[in-house]
């Protein structure tokens, strides 16, 4: 049984986020049913509670799990003139200091630092002495170093906090170059809800069977997935062609997803019907761990900064899939160890991805079993407990509470 955490003096925690997500609210219901830590989370718009169009996947969806209950939270008015999550201004909430005012939190903890609200809030915190916790997920990976001015306006907006989680070893070593002292950094990784990426789960598993036979793809058939947003940044093309180049035997490559990538795509795969390439529509979270029962390889090819973590690496390894990963996608260096977890190529190069897709394909079908152990046995570190430990030993160090385990 997962042991208890709590706060021995519960410091007020406000938790300032741009919207509800289906990667935090679980955490966030997580906290409350296992700590004693009193806090409250400001969303800053409503994008996720209710349909909406995502300009990435290029479809109005709301997520279809629960996003709101088992914690306390509120929706700051936003009142930008153009309302949304990609731009600086799309987030204006003039009320936001009030309502922290009123909850009078001993500490805020700010996702982020993207949009005019956030910096404004900085300013007030320091002006009214709340200290500050930071959560980013930013890595320098593809790149030699930040322009200078850049990196002296972040040297100096992170001095500004008090203490500051890092999700993995690219982000710790993001915040050291930028000049962040050891003793404000504390691990607290990204994790999903592993309760509902369960592979043993009867549900998952007959859904997964329904679509393996709606694909018409045979038991021997090992399956490559590709499953998220078709945007360039995420490289879906690369891997289509180096799929296409390679030709490997009795496998499949499935795109699971929708952006802006999908018609050509689909138009490259057409050309080449004697290349097994399936396209599946956007799955929302109930469906997903189905998707990654189909599949004997997720693949993740991300190039540039764009790919800050990579969420989805963790819900295929939860679902016992290990990864093909480019070196430039955040999780990386935690979760992907080549030949070990999964296998990693030079972004963008891809002769590279074609010689570790076929040594992938070649181990899987050799003994598939030694690699789902291994990625069992990473994945398991990256939970919640371990993200609550982080939490809390930052909101220690930014108020002086201790924290401390409870049976």
Same mark, same amino acid.
């Given at each position: ?62 997520? !279809? ?6 914690? !306390? ?32 939190? !001993? ?230 160890? !080549? ?61 002086g509470r201790a924290s401390a385990p409870k049976s």
């Amino acid at each position: 049984m997962t042991a208890m955490l709590h706060s021995t003096t519960s410091p007020r925690l406000a938790i300032v986020l741009s919207h509800a997500t289906q990667y935090y609210s679980p955490w966030f219901r997580w906290l409350r049913e296992r700590t004693e830590l009193n806090f409250r989370v400001f969303y800053l718009s409503d994008f996720g509670l209710k349909p909406a169009l995502d300009e990435k996947f290029g479809v109005n969806f709301s997520w !279809d799990v629960d996003l709101t209950s088992g914690y !306390d939270w509120e929706v700051v008015p936003n009142t930008a003139a153009k309302p949304d999550t990609l731009r600086f201004n799309g987030l204006s909430n003039p009320e936001l200091p009030a309502r922290l005012s009123a909850w009078r939190p !001993d500490a805020i903890l700010l996702y982020g630092y993207n949009y005019s609200s956030h910096l404004k809030l900085i300013v007030w915190s320091r002006f009214h002495r709340v200290p500050l916790i930071f959560r980013g997920d930013s890595h320098l990976l593809g790149r030699q170093r930040l322009p200078f001015v850049k990196r002296l306006l972040l040297s100096v907006l992170y001095r500004q906090f008090a203490a500051i989680t890092y999700v993995g070893q690219a982000n710790r070593g993001y915040f050291q170059r930028l000049h962040v002292a050891d003793q404000k950094l504390f691990f607290a990784p990204h994790a999903v809800n592993s309760v509902h990426f369960t592979p043993s789960e009867p549900k998952h598993r007959a859904r997964a069977a329904a679509l393996r036979a709606q694909i018409d793809l045979a038991p021997s058939t090992l399956m490559v997935l590709f499953a998220g947003k078709l945007t360039t940044s995420k490289q879906p093309d690369l891997l289509l062609e180096t799929f296409i180049q390679l030709q490997p035997r009795d496998t499949v490559l499935v795109f699971v997803g929708d952006g802006s990538e999908l018609d050509t795509l689909q138009a490259r795969a057409a050309s080449r019907p004697d290349v097994p390439v399936r396209f599946l529509p956007f799955a929302n979270q109930s469906e997903m761990p189905s998707r990654y029962l189909l599949a004997d390889l997720f693949v993740l090819p991300s190039q540039g900064h764009y790919e800050t973590w990579g969420l989805a690496v963790n819900e295929a390894m939860h679902m016992g899939l290990p990864c093909l990963v480019s070196n430039q996608v955040g999780c990386q260096r935690d979760l992907v160890t !080549d030949g070990v977890t999964g296998w990693v190529f030079q972004a963008g190069q891809k002769n590279h991805l074609r010689v570790k897709l076929a040594e992938a394909l070649s181990a899987l079908r050799a003994d598939r079993d030694v690699f789902r152990s291994a990625v069992a046995e990473r994945i398991a570190g990256y939970n919640y407990e371990q993200a609550t430990r982080g939490l809390l030993a930052a909101c220690e160090h930014a108020t002086g509470r201790a924290s401390a385990p409870k049976s």
